[in-house]
């Protein structure tokens, strides 16, 4: 009650921009001031944690970069996750996509990015589950987790976020993310849709989801991965072969001993490439050898990108001064702060081998539903993606289209009832770090449900 009081009394000597006056005592307490090392911005930011168990200690970590427009709060809000399972939204899609920040190569200092989402959303970064980033838990049986404890917590995360930042109360809300937040995305959006259902103006005012180079079916993916290393030429027809014969497709979980056997070789072929951007260069200052490798460049890329983003962030996050910045840490978590976690990673417990029974029960449900791809990612390919949208059976409302930025391909687009479907030429696993402007207008178009833009009349004659 106090603080509630002095907070009312500090806002009437001075006056506070709309979106933060209308926000709780509670969310005002986490403004984020400034970030070292922050250039000036025009927009709030928020970070804390929000305890999703209280008995087990557990409590995940968020950071809101509002709109940057002139009335954020006519903006929707938009959930980012990222997957792993075990990588942080925080490290990678804050920090290396579409967050309002690059962290420079110093290690100690951020740059605007120019084609960051909260130019078109008030953008919320959650890392789920505990164990991931900052978030923690004082249990330790907790960092053996999965999907159904991942969903949940990030249910539990929005109910009790929302209250502590009430404006955001029947906002037009959406859930997006990449990789295996193909997952996440669906099986949260599930979770808000069925606890949704019969209230007639719900808190969690939710509309759809996207996701980008997503782990959807694990049968499909293993046929369209297996497909993808052999057509673009980084295995052998031998091993094509033998992988065919050896992987029970049915499940990427439990594979068997030939088919990692078999997987091995198919590594060696591929040589010390970057898997998740085939086309470009790895970072020399990592690790070949990880699996989870850093993206390269080339002169197409945009000007001052660097393949080194995650050494930076990896630096940033751990500065004693950031997390205080952040409100970050506050427990003493005892181990430094890294982009994903081996040990979630390893220990992950139940992963569904398809999420298409949720797709179908979403699209039937009206939601709106839009699946990205960036077709150099051999990771989690577009081949894979084409498959388990096909295994969909929808009917084409619209026929693959090339779509332009700038009078330039910049992907294929193909409209089916109920699902939009969405390529990045020449863009990795992570889309919003190799293709940043035609991910902003992908993003857009999503936000508006309007088909990618068609060939401009220059472009069409001739």
């Known amino acids: 009650m106090a603080a509630a009081v002095l907070l009312a009394a500090i806002l009437a000597l001075c006056p506070l921009p709309l979106s933060l006056a209308a926000t709780s005592a509670a969310a005002a307490a986490d403004r984020i001031t400034r970030l070292p090392g922050q250039p000036p911005v025009n927009f709030s930011m928020y970070s804390g944690y929000v305890t999703v168990n209280a008995a087990a200690g557990r409590a995940l970590f968020y950071w809101l970069i509002e709109a940057d427009l002139p009335d954020p709060a006519a903006a929707p809000l938009v959930l980012w996750l990222n997957g792993g399972p075990g990588c942080s939204s925080v490290g990678y899609g804050a920090s290396e996509e579409l967050g309002a920040f690059r962290i420079n190569p110093d290690g100690a200092s951020l740059v605007l990015n120019p084609y960051s989402w909260n130019k078109k959303a008030n953008m919320l970064f959650l890392d789920a589950p505990a164990g991931v980033g900052y978030s923690y838990s004082n249990t330790t049986s907790d960092l053996v987790t999965g999907d159904n404890k991942t969903a949940h917590d990030s249910y539990t995360f929005l109910v009790n976020w929302i209250e502590r930042f009430p404006q955001y109360k029947h906002r037009d809300f959406y859930i997006a993310g990449e990789s295996y937040a193909g997952h996440y995305v669906p099986q949260l959006s599930q979770l808000v849709y069925r606890n949704n259902k019969g209230i007639q103006k719900p808190i969690l005012n ?42 029970d497709f049915d499940s990427s979980t439990h594979a068997s001993e030939a088919c990692n056997n078999i997987f091995d070789v198919a590594y060696n072929e591929e040589g010390l490439i970057d898997e998740y951007s085939i086309y470009t260069p790895t970072c020399k200052k990592s690790s070949l050898h990880k699996r989870r490798l850093i993206k390269g460049s080339r002169p197409w890329l945009p000007r001052g990108y660097d393949p080194c983003t995650e050494v930076y962030s990896t630096k940033y996050y751990n500065l004693p001064e950031v997390q205080k910045a952040f409100r970050a840490n506050v427990t003493g978590i005892p181990y430094a702060w890294t982009g994903c976690s081996d040990v979630l990673f390893e220990y992950w417990k139940d992963s569904p081998r ?10 039937a449900a009206g939601l709106r539903i839009w699946v990205f791809s960036g077709d150099a990612d051999s990771v989690v390919p577009l081949t894979a993606t084409r498959y388990s949208i096909d295994a969909l059976y929808l009917p084409t409302v619209t026929n693959w289209y090339p779509w332009y930025e700038e009078e330039e391909v910049a992907g294929w687009c193909q409209v089916y009832k109920g699902l939009t479907l969405v390529t990045v030429r020449g863009a990795g696993h992570e889309v919003p770090l190799h293709r940043p402007q035609q991910a902003l207008k992908l993003f857009e178009h999503f936000l508006q449900d309007k088909p990618m833009p068609r060939p401009v009349d220059s472009v069409q004659s001739f």
Not at 227 to 233: L, V
């Open 206 to 247: 939710f509309k759809g989801f996207m996701v980008g180079n997503a782990v959807i079916d694990d049968y499909h993916d293993f046929v369209g991965t297996f497909e993808y290393w052999w057509t673009h030429g980084l295995i052998s027809d031998d091993t094509y072969q033998k992988l065919q014969l050896a992987c």
């Open 354 to 363: 398809s999420t298409l029974p949720i797709y179908r029960e979403l699209i």
